[in-house]
């Protein structure tokens, strides 16, 4: 059974702070890993995905992902309280049959 | 308009009764799914289709159906409606490619079962 972990939180953090999202997994040939964010009662939406070593950055968002530790985070700058919202991790394996595994989310409050 | 559409967007319904959740998408994907969501358990999902011909059970199939009448509709059934299908139900398409499978969300169903 393929897991993905994520503190449920509540992650309190002061407007302005960075906040730091984790997300641990268990199956070794997973390939792409994604952030989604989703507000209470809407839909989940992409904020990125990665699939190489390393960081990626997009505007205040930045992922990192180390395959050796099975460890993906989301990195927030600057953060704003409408940032608060459940972050979801998802992780999808090789090969065109895989689906993606999504852990239970983090909720993040950003407080002004 | 939205790429992912969901009808009805709420229902409220009685024990025992059929409902059908509609899901249509103009994002020319192959790919669709159904999850639910409850509070503390994340998503769920329910059924896919890689697909028209192609349908299969997700990790909570029992008490649901589906059909794929096309590549942009993908519907859900719960032939007979019980209080724990209480939920928010969404509907998502991607599109295999580059090794990578992103999925794109509808804007979901809430419905209660009394």
């Known amino acids: 059974q393929k897991e993905v972990e994520q503190n449920s939180g509540p992650l309190s953090v002061p407007e302005g702070a960075i906040a730091s999202l984790n997300c641990t997994y268990s199956d070794r040939g997973s390939q792409s890993f994604f952030w989604y964010r989703q507000y209470s009662g809407k839909s989940p939406e992409l904020i990125m995905f990665i699939y190489s070593n390393g960081d990626k950055e997009d505007g205040r968002f930045t992922a990192q992902l180390n395959k050796a530790s099975q460890y993906v985070s989301l990195l927030i700058r600057d953060s704003q309280p409408s940032d608060s919202a459940t972050y979801l991790c998802a992780v999808i394996g090789q090969g065109g049959s895989e689906k993606l595994v999504f852990g239970k989310g983090t909720k993040l409050t950003v407080n002004p | 308009d939205a790429d992912v559409t969901q009808t009805p967007r709420n229902r409220i319904t009685k024990t025992g009764k059929r409902i059908m959740l509609e899901c249509s998408q103009t994002?020319?994907?192959?790919?669709m799914y159904w999850y639910r969501q409850d509070p503390g358990l994340g998503l769920r999902l329910i059924y896919y289709s890689f697909d028209v011909k192609d349908i299969n059970k997700g990790e909570i199939s029992d008490g649901y159906s589906v059909s794929r009448q096309a590549q942009a509709k993908f519907s859900l059934s719960l032939e007979s409606a019980i209080p724990n299908q209480t939920a928010l139900y969404f509907c998502?398409?991607?599109?295999?490619?580059?090794?990578?499978?992103?999925?794109?969300f509808g804007p979901g169903t809430r419905l209660t079962v009394l």
């Open positions: 998502a398409t991607s599109d295999w490619g580059q090794n990578t499978d992103t999925q794109y």
């Open positions: 994002k020319g994907h192959d790919r």
